[in-house]
C-alpha cells in the first residue's frame, strides 16, 4: 500500500482495537486532540482529514491543555483507551511537555506526536526551529526524552515498521504503561513508501495479566499468615486490573482492614464494613492510625508516593511489606517482598493458600472504630455554617448530589485532602480522578473535558481554585465548542491559599501567594477576576453562589443545564481560605533552620521508614 508515512500512521491508528475490562471492544486511539501548524498541517493534518469519519479530531485551544485532556480521558477509559495530541515544531511542540510529565507520573497512557524539524535540513534554520550549535541532530523534541516512556524520530517511512509495535507495547503494558513520543519530522511525514498491508490489519489489545512467581507467592501466604494485625491497600493498578471486587471478596474473606491510595480512591464503598479509609497526608486518621499499628502491610498495585506513606512515617518501623506491582520497580520498593504480577492473577493465585486464615476479630473491630471516629468528624466538618462555604462542605453538597456512576476530578491545591479524605463512594467503581501524581494546576478543566468523552455513563464535576482556573482555562471553549458536557466548581479563596497555609504553617513570613501578600504597583484596590462572566465569555454556562445554600442550589441547576445544553457549566462560590480537612499526617519538606518549623521536623524526620523489616 503505497501511502506517505503520516497515512500509514493514521491507518494504523485506526486498525487498533481494545478489549475493556467487562470484555467490550472499542478503539484504542478513539480520539486526536490536533493543533495545526507548519510542522503538522498538510503531512499528518491531510492523513487526518481523510480519516476523519473513523477517528474523530478534536481542535486544542492550547497544546498542554488538549494533551492534558487526552491524559484526563486515558484515566477515565481505566487505561484501556488512549488519547493522541499532536501539534506543530517549537513553542507548540514544548507546550504538550508537562502534559507529558503527568502522564509520565500517574503511569497513564498518552500518544504525543509533535512536529519536527526537516530531517534535509534544505531550508535550515526554519520557522520555530531552535539550533544546537554543536548537534545539528538535535530538536527542542529532545526534551520529551525525560518524560517519555518511549521516544523516537520517524527519519524514515519505513521506521514505523519497526517502531508502532513498540508504541503499541508501551501503551497498553500494565507495568511500562506511560507516554509515549514519536517526532514526526515535516518532510517525512509527507513522503511515500510501499508499506505492507498487514501492518494495517486490525489488532485487539487484551488485557496482560502476567501471573506471579510460585515461590514469591508461597512467601507472601507466610507472610501474611503469621500477621496479627494486617492490612489492605489498593492502588491504581488494582484499578487498572479490573480486581476491585476481587480485592473485596479477598478482604471479607480473610478479616483484613481495607484502605486506599488517591489513584485507587473510590475502588471501595464507603459503608464496607472493612474499610479504614484512605491512607496518607491528605487520607483519613483512621487509616493512618491503623497504618501506624499494622505488622504487615499487603499492597497492591501502588507507587507509594509520599502523600500516601506520608513521606514514609504512616508505619510502625517493624512492619513488613508485601508489595503486589505488574512492575518490578514498584514491587521492591523500601525492601517489600516483591509478587510481581497482575493484581487480579496474583490475588487468585494467593486466595488457595490461605483458606483458613482469618484475622483477629478485635484488629477488625478496632477498624471499625477508627473509621466511625472519622466518619463523625467528617460530618462535623461538612455540617452548614454562615457565611462563606469551606472546601468540606462544598465537596459534602458535590458528593450528596452525584449519583453512584458519576465521576469527579481535581488536581492541585487543597481540594485533593477534601476529596481523598472526605467523599463518601457509592458505588465500588472507580469514578474519581484526582491528579497527584504530578499536581497539575490546570490539568482540573482540560482533563475532565478528556475525561467526559471517556465517561459518557454518568456526569464529570471538576473541583478547583481560581489559581487553577487562571493557569489554563482554554479548554473551557474546547468542551463547549465541542458540545461536551461537564461542571466546574471554581473556589474563589483569593489566592494560593495550600502554598500559604504549607509557607505560615513552617514559620515563614507570608508573602505572594494570597493577594493581600502580593507586590502590585496600584494604589486602590487592584482588580479583581469575575470568573463567572469569563466562563460566560469562553461559552459556558455560569453560576455563582456566596453561601452553602446558594450553592447547593447552583450546583443542582448546573448539573440539569450541562446536561441539556451539552456545553459546561461553570460554578463560582467564594470559600473560606483557611479552613482544611486534617488527617494528622507528616510530609517532609524542607524547613530552614531558622523557621519555627524546623523543630518538628527535626523531631520527625529520624521516624521515617528508611527499608521494610525482611520476612523472618
Not at 115 to 139: I, K, N
Not at 473 to 498: K, T
Request: with cysteine; hydrophobic share 45%.
Amino acid at each position: 500500500m503505497r501511502l506517505t508515512t503520516a497515512q500509514a500512521l493514521v491507518a494504523w491508528l485506526v486498525a487498533q482495537r481494545s478489549e475493556t475490562l467487562d470484555g467490550g471492544e472499542v478503539p484504542l486511539f478513539p480520539a486526536v486532540f490536533a493543533i495545526f501548524g507548519h510542522g503538522n498541517v498538510l503531512g499528518l493534518g491531510s492523513a487526518l482529514e481523510e480519516r476523519r469519519d473513523v477517528i474523530p479530531v478534536w481542535r486544542g485551544h492550547t497544546e498542554e491543555g488538549m494533551a492534558l485532556a487526552a491524559v484526563g480521558l486515558a484515566k477515565a477509559a481505566n487505561r484501556r483507551q488512549v488519547g493522541v495530541a499532536t501539534s506543530s515544531i517549537g513553542p507548540g511542540a514544548l507546550n504538550m511537555v508537562t502534559a507529558a510529565g503527568v502522564a509520565h507520573a500517574n503511569r497513564l497512557p498518552l500518544l504525543l506526536l509533535p512536529g519536527d524539524t526537516f530531517v534535509s535540513r534544505a531550508p535550515d534554520p526554519v520557522l520555530q526551529q531552535v539550533e544546537h550549535f554543536g548537534d545539528p541532530t538535535a530538536t527542542v523534541n529532545d526534551a520529551f526524552r525525560a518524560v517519555s516512556r518511549y521516544f523516537d524520530r520517524i527519519t524514515r517511512p519505513e521506521q514505523l515498521l519497526s517502531t508502532l509495535p513498540q508504541v503499541a507495547r508501551v501503551l497498553t503494558d500494565p507495568a511500562d504503561a506511560g507516554p509515549v513520543t514519536l517526532a514526526l519530522p515535516q518532510d517525512v511525514q509527507a513522503e511515500t513508501y510501499d508499506y505492507p498491508e498487514e501492518l494495517f490489519w486490525p489488532v485487539v489489545h487484551r488485557i496482560p495479566r502476567p501471573r506471579p512467581d510460585r515461590d514469591s507467592v508461597a512467601e507472601a501466604a507466610a507472610v501474611l499468615r503469621r500477621a496479627q494485625q494486617p492490612l489492605l491497600l489498593l492502588g491504581g493498578g488494582v484499578r487498572y486490573s479490573g480486581a476491585g471486587e476481587k480485592a473485596l471478596e479477598f478482604a471479607q474473606r480473610h478479616g483484613i482492614p481495607v484502605t486506599e491510595t488517591t489513584a485507587g480512591r473510590t475502588l471501595v464503598p464507603h459503608d464496607h464494613s472493612l474499610y479504614a479509609g484512605p491512607l496518607g497526608i491528605t487520607g483519613a486518621a483512621s487509616a493512618n492510625t491503623l497504618a501506624a499499628q499494622a505488622d504487615v502491610v499487603l499492597a497492591v498495585g501502588t507507587r507509594l508516593q509520599d502523600f500516601t506513606t506520608a513521606s514514609w512515617t504512616v508505619f510502625s518501623p517493624d512492619v513488613q511489606l508485601v508489595h503486589i506491582n505488574a512492575a518490578r520497580f514498584d514491587a521492591v520498593k523500601h525492601g517489600a517482598l516483591a509478587v510481581v504480577g497482575d493484581a487480579a492473577a496474583t490475588l487468585d493465585d494467593l486466595a488457595p493458600q490461605l483458606t483458613d486464615w482469618v484475622v483477629p476479630s478485635e484488629w477488625t473491630t478496632r477498624s471499625l472504630a477508627a473509621r466511625a471516629d472519622w466518619d463523625a468528624h467528617i460530618d462535623k466538618l461538612r455540617a452548614p455554617t454562615i457565611g462563606a462555604p469551606t472546601y468540606a462542605q462544598l465537596v459534602g453538597v458535590v458528593n450528596e448530589l452525584s449519583g453512584p456512576t458519576d465521576y469527579v476530578m481535581t488536581a492541585s491545591g487543597g481540594l485533593p485532602g477534601e476529596l481523598i479524605g472526605g467523599w463518601r463512594a457509592t458505588g465500588g467503581q472507580p469514578t474519581m480522578d484526582v491528579e497527584y501524581g504530578f499536581s497539575c494546576m490546570g490539568y482540573e478543566l482540560a482533563g475532565a473535558w478528556g475525561a467526559s468523552m471517556a465517561h459518557s455513563h454518568g456526569l464529570v464535576t471538576t473541583m478547583l481554585g481560581d489559581g487553577s482556573y487562571l493557569m489554563l482555562n482554554s479548554e473551557l471553549f474546547s468542551a463547549a465548542f465541542a458540545g461536551h458536557p461537564m461542571v466546574a466548581v471554581v473556589c474563589d479563596n483569593d489566592g494560593y491559599a495550600v502554598i500559604a497555609r504549607l509557607q505560615e504553617g513552617q514559620g515563614a513570613a507570608p508573602y505572594n501567594n494570597f493577594y493581600a501578600n502580593c507586590r502590585t504597583n496600584h494604589s486602590v484596590p487592584p482588580p479583581r477576576v469575575d470568573f463567572a462572566m469569563h466562563a460566560y465569555a469562553m461559552g459556558c454556562l455560569a453560576f455563582t453562589a456566596t453561601d452553602l445554600k446558594q450553592f447547593r442550589e447552583a450546583y443542582a441547576r448546573a448539573r440539569t443545564a450541562t446536561t441539556m445544553e451539552r456545553r459546561p457549566a461553570v460554578v463560582v462560590v467564594r470559600t473560606q481560605p483557611a479552613a482544611w480537612t486534617e488527617a494528622g499526617a507528616w510530609w517532609e519538606v524542607g524547613v530552614p533552620e531558622h523557621l519555627s518549623g524546623r523543630e518538628a521536623y527535626d523531631a520527625t524526620k529520624p521516624g521515617q521508614l528508611r527499608y521494610a523489616r525482611p520476612p523472618s
